[in-house]
């Protein structure tokens, strides 16, 4: 598994709700999104579906791009997931494998 850290988009269904985050451990924040173990926008909004992430080879340049990510157009995301995840298929069970 990548030991840096991630950069991550979760929605609430295709061209639905997105949220962008960073973590270190990108198979235990998914679950916890999905499982809705924390307060916060992605569980008012119930965003649960892992539709695009990216690793960096450390948490603090995985920081710097999330930040430049969360200023972008909703349609700069949006055309950023369709690249790698046309379908908006849920990539957790990608990385569940882990």
Do not use: C
Not at 10 to 24: C, H, M, Q
Not at 52 to 78: D, G, M, N, V
Request: no cysteine.
């Amino acid at each position: 598994m990548h030991k840096g850290g991630h950069v991550y988009i979760i929605a609430s269904k295709r061209y639905g709700t997105l949220y962008t985050g960073v973590t270190s451990d990108l198979k235990k924040r998914i679950y916890e999104h999905k499982n809705e173990l924390f307060e916060g926008f992605s569980k008012t909004h119930r965003i649960k579906n892992l539709v695009y992430y990216e690793p960096h080879e450390t948490i603090e340049s995985a920081i710097l791009r999330e930040k430049q990510i969360k200023e972008w157009k909703r349609a700069w995301k949006i055309e950023l997931i369709e690249k790698s995840n046309p379908y908006w298929y849920d990539l957790y069970d990608h990385i569940k494998k882990w």
